[in-house]
């Protein structure tokens, strides 16, 4: 099955800068998502996005299929983006998505 | 966004009890549902994927007799934890995808379930 690897595994960030997260995948995708898990659990999708780019406030984020692989640009960082984010994907049908192992980032002020 | 429930969202039980876990899609139908497990700082790890009317599909190395699967509508699917033990404690999340739309293919998560067995 696909394999997805995240980069990288820890971040810690001042308040207010930018941060890039990689992730990739070892397959073509039909489906690449990204997401925030928050303290407690919850897992927050930030973009369905299996090819092209997309925009939501200061999250935006690039996949480029054809490379197979994904960014997510942080802007502007704030100390409640601290959290863990997961990229996590699937290459067939309507199959599980496999999850990298998350980059864990702390935004201090 | 699709949304989907869990419930209990945290639960403590004695070794040897059986615990259910409930995931409902609540505005969306869902044929397909997926079962994950995430330890301590670890990532999300599939569990079995439930079919709505037939049996679930286990990973390999999951008990399908101690994880007992049962996905009895297109809106619930249910996970029963049998003769928890404490290597059972873990942060248990389901997940489901609409199936139409643009994002079809776009998995949502429930908020998930804390077990803690003493």
């Known amino acids: 099955g696909i394999q997805v690897e995240q980069s990288p595994p820890d971040l810690i960030l001042q308040e207010g800068a930018n941060s890039t997260l990689r992730c990739n995948f070892s397959?073509?995708?039909?489906?690449l998502q990204w997401f925030h898990q928050n303290p407690w659990g919850q897992l927050i999708n930030l973009f369905y996005?299996?090819?092209g780019t997309k925009q939501n406030g200061r999250l935006s984020a690039t996949t480029v299929a054809t490379e197979r692989y994904s960014l997510l640009y942080i802007s502007s960082s704030q100390t409640t983006d601290s959290g863990v984010y997961f990229c996590?994907?699937?290459?067939?049908?309507?199959?599980?998505?496999?999850f990298g192992k998350g980059t864990r980032l702390s935004v201090i002020a | 966004g699709a949304v989907v429930s869990q419930h209990p969202s945290r639960v403590i039980c004695k070794s040897g009890t059986s615990v259910k876990i409930e995931c409902r899609s609540l505005?969306?139908?869902?044929?397909?549902m997926f079962w994950y497990r995430q330890f301590p700082k670890q990532s999300l790890m599939l569990m079995a994927t439930?079919?709505?009317?037939?049996?679930?599909?286990?990973e390999q190395g999951v008990e399908k007799d101690k994880f007992l699967i049962n996905h009895a509508s297109l809106t619930l699917s249910t996970l029963t934890v049998t003769s928890a033990h404490p290597e059972d404690s873990s942060f248990y999340i389901c997940?489901?995808?609409?199936?139409?739309?643009?994002?079809?293919?776009?998995?949502?998560f429930g908020p998930g379930t804390r077990l803690t067995v003493l």
């Open positions: 997940s489901a995808s609409d199936g139409s739309g643009f994002s079809y293919n776009e998995q949502f």
């Open positions: 397959d073509s995708v039909n489906n």
């Open positions: 996005i299996p090819s």
């Open positions: 996590a994907g699937r290459n067939s049908g309507n199959t599980p998505l496999v």
């Open positions: 505005d969306f139908q869902a044929t397909t």
């Open positions: 439930s079919n709505e009317g037939s049996k679930a599909t286990y």
